[in-house]
C-alpha cells in the first residue's frame, strides 16, 4: 500500500469540518487535472478576448459604413440640386439666345444622371456599394466642373452680345406684366363661355380689380380703347414684329402714339369684355402670329 496524503479542513474554533484521503497517484491525478484546466484557460481565455474584439470591431465597422453611407446620401442629394440649378441656367441661357437671336448652343456635354437608391441597401456587398456610389459622385462633379467651365465661357459671350444689343432688349417683353396668380396657360383650352375646345392666345393673371397692369417691353402705344370681346384694351408695337397686348381692363392709363417704357403702368386690371371675374388677359405676338409670352418672360 503506497503513501496516503490527508487533506483536513477545520473551522475557526480548530473543529474538523471534512478530510479527504489522497494516495500518491490519486493527489498527481489532481494536479494533473489543474494543470490542464489553467494551460486550458491560458489558451482558451485570450482566443475569447480575441473573439470579442473582433466582434466589438465588426459592429463599429457597420456603424462607420451606415455613417458613411448616410453622409454620402447627403452629398448626394446636394450635387443633384447644384444639377437642377445648372439646368436652370441652362433654360435661362437658352431664352436670352432666342432674343438676342444668336445661334443656339450645341450639347457640348451631357449632364450626368444618376443619383442614390431609396430605402436601405441590404445586399451583402455594401462596402462595394459604398466605393460605387463615391465614383458615380467623383463621375458626376468632374462632369459639372466641365459644363460649368464650358457655361461661364457662353454666359460671357451672352454678356457681350447683350452690351451690343441693348436698345433691342429693352423692346423685348420679358416681365411679368402684373402682380397675381396665373390661371391659364396659353394654346388649347376648354373655352369658360362656350365650354368647347378653342386656341387660347395668350395667358390669364388673375388679380384684384385695380391692380397696376406694366409695360413689359420698351415700345409706342397703338390700341389704347374698347376693342372687340377684349373690352378695355392696351396695344403696344415693340418693333421687329413684336407686339403686345392686355385685355379686361377697368382703366386705361395711356394714350395712342405715347412711347412706354418697361415697367410703366398703362392700366388696371379689371373684368371688362368678355370676361368672367377681374383678371389680365396678356398676348405676345410676333408678326402675325400670336406666341406663348412664356418663351419670352425670365422667370
Not at 442614390?116 to 441590404?122: A, D, F
Not at 447683350?162 to 396665373?182: N, S
Request: hydrophobic share 40%.
Amino acid at each position: 500500500m503506497g503513501k496516503e496524503f490527508r487533506i483536513v479542513c477545520l473551522d475557526d474554533a480548530g473543529r474538523r469540518l471534512f478530510g479527504l484521503n489522497l494516495s500518491r497517484r490519486g493527489l498527481s491525478a489532481v494536479t494533473l487535472a489543474g494543470a490542464l484546466l489553467l494551460a486550458s484557460l491560458a489558451v482558451l481565455l485570450p482566443l475569447s478576448l480575441a473573439r470579442q474584439h473582433e466582434v466589438n470591431s465588426l459592429a463599429q465597422n457597420r456603424r462607420d459604413i451606415s455613417d458613411q453611407r448616410k453622409r454620402i446620401y447627403a452629398a448626394s442629394y446636394q450635387l443633384k440640386s447644384l444639377e437642377n440649378g445648372f439646368s436652370d441656367i441652362a433654360e435661362f441661357d437658352a431664352k436670352l439666345r432666342v432674343m438676342l437671336s444668336l445661334e443656339e448652343r450645341p450639347e457640348i456635354l451631357p449632364m450626368a444622371q444618376g443619383g442614390p437608391v431609396s430605402g436601405p441597401y441590404r445586399n451583402p456587398f455594401q462596402i462595394l456599394y459604398t466605393h460605387t456610389l463615391i465614383r458615380d459622385m467623383r463621375e458626376r462633379l468632374d462632369s459639372l466642373e466641365i459644363s460649368m467651365l464650358l457655361e461661364e465661357a457662353a454666359q460671357q459671350d451672352l454678356f457681350h452680345a447683350a452690351a451690343a444689343q441693348q436698345e433691342r432688349l429693352a423692346r423685348i417683353p420679358v416681365i411679368w406684366p402684373t402682380r397675381g396668380r396665373f390661371t391659364s396657360r396659353f394654346g388649347y383650352r376648354i373655352g369658360p363661355f362656350t365650354n368647347k375646345t378653342r386656341f387660347h392666345k395668350g395667358i390669364d393673371i388673375t388679380a384684384a380689380t385695380g391692380t397696376p397692369v406694366k409695360a413689359t417691353a420698351q415700345g409706342r402705344v397703338v390700341l389704347a380703347e374698347w376693342f372687340s370681346t377684349y373690352g378695355m384694351c392696351v396695344d403696344i408695337d415693340h418693333g421687329d414684329g413684336i407686339h403686345t397686348r392686355y385685355g379686361h381692363l377697368s382703366k386705361i392709363t395711356v394714350h395712342p402714339g405715347q412711347m412706354v417704357y418697361r415697367g410703366d403702368v398703362v392700366g388696371l386690371v379689371g373684368s371688362t369684355g368678355r370676361s368672367v371675374a377681374p383678371h389680365l388677359h396678356y398676348e405676345v405676338h410676333l408678326g402675325n402670329n400670336p406666341v406663348n409670352p412664356l418663351n419670352y418672360i425670365l422667370r
